[in-house]
């Protein structure tokens, strides 16, 4: 079993950064592939980022790439996404996702086995 928990979100000017964080509970965090999706108001959650299990292999959606990057820390179980030049189109509740995998990363939402409770990421125009 693994808890996940997100900080780090907030109300931030267009062109501005936010740092997300994410902190597992357990000692198995380095066998699980790690995923940031969203859910902005009234539209699916959406894959952002996911990172593989040792942080060799991270992939993008097409429409963070090149401003958002996704990190991991397997010594203090923790996942972060640096979040830079922001859009108003970024707001939407951010939510850190665990798979637990052999290798690679994946996209897929069903694939997920834990998620967190998600936080508020709020970009003013």
């Known amino acids: 079993q693994v808890q996940l928990v997100e900080s780090g979100g907030g109300l931030v000017q267009a062109g501005g950064s936010l740092r997300l964080s994410c902190t597992a509970s357990?000692?198995?965090?380095?066998?699980?592939?790690m995923a940031w999706f969203r859910q902005a108001p009234g539209k699916e959650r959406e894959f952002v980022a996911a990172?593989?299990?040792?942080?060799?292999?991270?992939d993008y959606a097409d429409s963070v790439k090149g401003r958002f990057t996704i990190s991991r820390d397997n010594a203090k179980n923790t996942v972060a996404l640096q979040m830079n030049s922001l859009k108003p189109e970024d707001t939407a509740v951010y939510y850190c996702a665990a798979d637990f995998v052999l290798a690679g990363t994946t996209r897929g939402e069903d694939e997920y086995d834990y998620w967190g409770q998600g936080t508020q990421v709020t970009v003013s125009s």
């Open positions: 357990g000692r198995t965090f380095s066998t699980y592939c």
């Open positions: 990172i593989s299990r040792r942080g060799g292999s991270t």
